[in-house]
């Protein structure tokens, strides 16, 4: 049975202690340091080299974002965060998994069964994602770090066709295939260009650029060919905007 071992930086108590319950009762982790700041912890990771950390935002003396530009060690790792306003950035950065705090042990181990089923990214793949987190953190996002067949690599947003939210996933479809993010459709879309991808209605964003025709139906609402032949269909307010576009 494969291991994994694993940190954890967090500065409340209650919650390291829990964290450090949970990974102990588990028999698939093992529990290699914890840190209460992020100086301690970089200086810790780097030295302990874990497979994985549990990594809290918001530390004392410097935050879980920063320990992550700064390490040598490349782990994986899952942010533990009471802000869901880092959850695009957690993305970017192709964490693992974005526990959001008070957390289930449900929603614990299902974090953990992602950990123990993805390969450990590269050194090189994290400091772009760092880097391109730093740069774009409120800009429109050029592209997503996505994964196929066990490889990740990077979609330009232009070559996207359109979204559709699936839970709390978002199911984007490109290049003729579609890819499963961890990331709702919600956060997503405020981080696309508003000039080319239109929300259609609550669960489909489509990206103009891919839209081979639109049609009115007998309810007023258009009906939409998208270039690889799918059909979308606009709610009432998306459609009326839709014809305000049109010259």
């Known amino acids: ?14 919650a390291r202690e829990t964290l450090r319950d949970w990974i102990q009762a588990h028999p698939q982790l093992r529990l290699v340091g914890e840190a209460a700041d992020g100086a301690s912890a970089l ?10 950390v549990f990594m809290d935002i918001q530390m004392p003396e410097m935050t879980g974002l920063e320990v992550l530009q700064r390490l040598t060690h490349a782990p994986d790792f899952i942010f533990t965060t009471a802000y869901d306003q880092y959850a695009v950035i957690a993305f970017e950065l192709n964490a693992i998994d974005y526990l959001l705090k008070p ?4 929603r614990f181990d299902a974090a953990v069964e992602r950990l123990l089923e993805v390969a450990v990214p590269s050194k090189d793949l994290l400091q772009l994602a760092l880097k391109q987190a730093a740069e774009q953190e409120t800009a429109m996002l050029k ?3 996505v994964r196929d ?6 979609l330009a947003t232009d070559e996207i066709e359109y979204l559709k939210s699936e839970e709390k996933y ?4 490109a290049r003729k295939k579609t890819f499963l993010v961890r990331i709702g459709l919600s956060e997503l ?3 696309l260009d508003p000039g080319k991808f239109i929300r259609i209605h609550r669960s489909t964003l489509i990206n103009l650029d891919f839209v081979e025709s639109m049609r009115a139906d007998d309810q007023s609402q ?6 690889d032949g799918t059909q979308l269909i606009a709610n009432r307010e998306a459609s009326k905007m839709l014809r305000s576009m049109s010259i």
């Open 103 to 106: 957390f289930s042990r449900e």
């Open 222 to 227: 258009l009906q939409i060919q998208m270039r």
């Open 143 to 145: 592209r997503i770090l």
């Open 43 to 52: 200086k810790q990771i780097d030295k302990l080299a874990p497979d994985a």
């Open 1 to 14: 049975m494969k291991t994994k071992t694993v940190f954890i930086a967090e500065d409340e108590p209650l």
């Open 149 to 154: 067949r066990g490889h990740i690599f990077p």
């Open 170 to 173: 978002t199911v984007i479809a």
């Open 189 to 191: 879309s405020t981080r």
